[in-house]
């Protein structure tokens, strides 16, 4: 079905003086008729703002850099370059109701600490020595890591090296909690956590996720996960290992969601995250499904069609599937598998019972590519 003015059972009045003149005295009492705007607050099919985009690494690494020089990290509470969707550049969002951003940090530097209602994930593009300190935890992350900053919790971050700058992606869901008019910010009273003196300590625990404590650590009542960073070098020996043991999906090739060890679910109550292998040469079929996605190239290169248009990627690159734009991705190197990060705010869409999914049976799964 598509969009039509003039369908049985849709709003379909058409306009005269008497109408208009009714519609101002409405505005007049701050009121308004349904019928004007039925169509457009309850479409068909989702009709999101945010577009498709992609963003060239190899053109916001510069520009990160030289926010660098630019201002301090504590200055700009973070320093960090956000990404703006080209459809929809007020408000926060990337896609949908998720940001993400890059977040430099030059050699030695260090932030204070502050918590949010807002729940954020990391990325580790490059650079070595970054630790975050989440809920009085250090944890350290390298290229490829994932690490969660669950909402509520408090969280400073740093880079210890001495000769190298991190940058590392920031996902948030700030659009989503300014959208429900729930943000809380607080500055950490003392300015700085008191910190474990045991760095990693969720990985020690439950870094092996079918070995869980018993009879200790077991009261984690928590809607998040109990483990707050993610080694790259696992989740790669991970998809190569189901590489060997499964067909895979055919519209993600060979994917895993970093979940909760204790719970098998999503890493924090709104949003969650994966990683996904294309094998060399592999082009997967199309599908579409409510819920936003934002992807990061973690290695390799190809392309996405995404509402008919290719976009093309290489490592570092980031770019955006809004809500039920069909899409599918193609591994371009006939010798080296490719790597895509994304997170998205599935657990949201499931949640509130928002998820749909539809996979593409026409023309063999592929969509026509335009221009
Ligand atoms: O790390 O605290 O990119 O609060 C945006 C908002 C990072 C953070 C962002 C934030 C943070």
């Known amino acids: 079905m598509t969009y039509s003015d ?9 306009s005269d003086a008497t109408l208009d003149e009714f519609y101002e005295v409405l505005k007049g009492v701050n009121a308004g ?10 479409p068909w099919f989702p009709q999101p703002k945010t577009v498709p985009a992609l963003w060239k690494y190899r053109d916001l690494r510069p520009l990160v850099e030289q926010a660098l020089g630019l201002v ?3 200055d700009a509470g973070r320093r960090v370059i956000m990404l703006v969707n080209p459809g929809k550049q007020d408000g926060s969002a990337v896609v949908g109701n998720v940001y993400t951003g890059l977040q430099i940090m030059g050699p030695g530097e260090s932030m204070t600490a ?3 209602m807002a729940a954020a994930l990391r990325f580790v593009h490059e650079g070595k020595g970054a630790w975050t300190v989440v809920d009085g935890q250090k944890l350290t992350v390298g290229p490829g890591d994932f690490a969660i900053t669950p ?3 408090f969280h400073e971050h740093g880079n210890e ?11 948030l ?8 008019d729930a943000g809380f910010y607080q500055v950490h009273p003392k300015l700085y956590q008191d910190v474990d003196p045991v760095p990693n300590h969720s990985y020690l625990k439950y870094g092996v996720g079918q070995l869980r404590p018993y009879g200790f650590e077991d009261s984690w009542s928590k809607r998040y996960s109990p483990l707050f960073a993610y080694p790259w070098e696992q989740v790669y020996d991970a998809l190569h290992n189901v590489a060997k043991a499964s067909p895979g999906s055919e519209c993600d090739g060979y994917i895993l969601e970093y979940s909760n060890p204790l719970t098998g679910g999503s890493v924090m109550p709104t949003l969650s995250a994966h990683m996904q292998m294309l094998l060399p040469g592999q082009a997967t079929k199309a599908h579409r499904h409510t819920g936003s996605v934002v992807y990061t190239v973690a290695q390799g290169s ?23 734009a069909w899409h599918e991705h193609v591994n371009l190197d006939p010798n080296e598998e490719a790597f895509l990060f994304s997170f998205n705010d599935f657990p949201v869409m499931r949640s509130l019972d928002f998820w749909r999914e539809e996979i593409m049976r026409d023309n063999d799964g592929h969509q026509e590519i335009s221009e």
């Open 173 to 180: 869901d700030i659009p989503l909690v300014n959208a429900m």
């Open 6 to 14: 003039d369908v049985i059972g849709r709003a379909r009045v058409a």
């Open 302 to 324: 190809g392309y996405s069609v995404i509402a008919g248009k290719r976009y093309d990627w290489t490592k570092g690159d980031i770019f955006c599937v809004p809500s039920w």
């Open 151 to 153: 909402s509520g919790a």
């Open 72 to 74: 301090k990290a504590d």
């Open 114 to 116: 502050h918590r949010h």
């Open 33 to 42: 008729a349904l019928w004007t705007v039925a169509n457009d607050i309850e």
């Open 161 to 171: 090296s001495d000769d190298t700058n991190v940058i590392w992606q920031d996902g």
